[in-house]
């Protein structure tokens, strides 16, 4: 059943070793963060060092797996229709806007949005590592100087993982301008067995 996250929110869940996590981008443009925790020691989490170490890429796709700050593989990336992720950037949080926006006021963002509905699962806002960035289209040139572009994935474009362990996750709809191209759309999930 696809489970629909509205627009600048984030939702938590269980994933049980071997089901497979769909992630889809109902309209197109939308970036989603996700973060990952094994579900018996939420102290392993997602570790974006570790897996652009172990897969020797920064571009994180199909064939890939999503590796853990104890060194073990968390999820393995079973299809990505859009082919371009990120996993550089942190997630955007109420400083993003006040630093990068020059926005002083409250701005939803995907730290909280973490860190909200973590809350149930005992991980605090400080556990919150740097979000695997799907759909999300971070550039890069020669001298190293980033820039975020619009998203190239269209309506309906996916990625599957599959659960290495269970694991407890959570996703967004991403709340930063920048990364959507201007404007914010929901992102919808589904878990297969």
Known sequence: MIQKIAKQTGAAFKLKKGQVLKVIDPEGEQVSDMVVFNAADAREKISSGKTLDFEENILITKG????????RKMMEILEDTNGRNDFLLA?????TFQIMYNNPDYHPSCFENFYTNLKPFGIEPDDVPTAFNIFMNVQFSADGKLSVDPPLSKAGDYMLFKAEMDLIVA????SAEDSNNGSFKPIHF???D
Do not use: D, K, Q
């Not at 890939?64 to 060194?71: V, Y």
């Not at 997630?91 to 400083?95: F, I």
């Not at 996703?171 to 991403?174: E, G, M, R, V, W």
């Open 64 to 71: 890939n797996f999503l590796w853990s700050n104890r060194s």
């Open 91 to 95: 997630p955007c949080s109420p400083e």
């Open 171 to 174: 996703l967004t709809a991403c």
């Open 190 to 192: 589904e878990v297969l």
